[in-house]
C-alpha cells in the first residue's frame, strides 16, 4: 500500500501565498501522475491540478496562473505552490496519486492523502 501525507497548509490573507508538499510512502513502485484536489464547506471536492512524470500539468480554470504544481521523482514527492491566494480558495486540500501518467482530473485517482486545511482571510 502507498501512504500519501500533506503538510504546509495554514491560515493566509488575501493575496498571500502557501506551499503544499506531500510525500508518497510505502511499496516502492513508481507512481505515475500526482496531483491536488480540493473540497470546500458544503461543496463537491474538485481538480485543482496534476503532473505527470515528464512533468506534463494541467490545472483547473480557477488557479491558471496562481498555482503552480511540482514533482520530485527521487523523493516522490510533489508540491502545490498557490500564489494571489482569494478567500473562495479557502478548502481542504488533497493530494492524490495514481499509477496512470495520465494527469487530468477525471478519475479515479488511487492514493489520496488525509487533507490539509488552507484558509485564505479577506
Known amino acids: 500500500q502507498v501512504q500519501l501525507v500533506e503538510s504546509g497548509g495554514g491560515l493566509v490573507q488575501t493575496g498571500g501565498s502557501l506551499r503544499l508538499s506531500c510525500v508518497a510512502s510505502?511499496?516502492?513502485?513508481?507512481?505515475?501522475?500526482m496531483g491536488w484536489f480540493r473540497q470546500a464547506p458544503g461543496k463537491e471536492r474538485e481538480f485543482v491540478g496534476a503532473?505527470?512524470?515528464?512533468?506534463?500539468?494541467n490545472y483547473a480554470d480557477s488557479v491558471k496562473g496562481r498555482f503552480t504544481i511540482s514533482r520530485d521523482n527521487a523523493k516522490n514527492t510533489w508540491y502545490l505552490q498557490m500564489n494571489s491566494l482569494q478567500p473562495e480558495d479557502t478548502a481542504v486540500y488533497y493530494c492524490?496519486?495514481?499509477?496512470?501518467?495520465?494527469?487530468?482530473?477525471?478519475?479515479?485517482?488511487?492514493?489520496w492523502g488525509q487533507g490539509t486545511q488552507v484558509t485564505v482571510s479577506s
Open positions: 503532473i505527470s512524470p515528464i512533468n506534463a500539468t
Open positions: 510505502g511499496r516502492s513502485f513508481r507512481l505515475g501522475a
Open positions: 492524490t496519486a495514481r499509477i496512470s501518467p495520465v494527469a487530468t482530473k477525471t478519475f479515479p485517482y488511487d492514493y
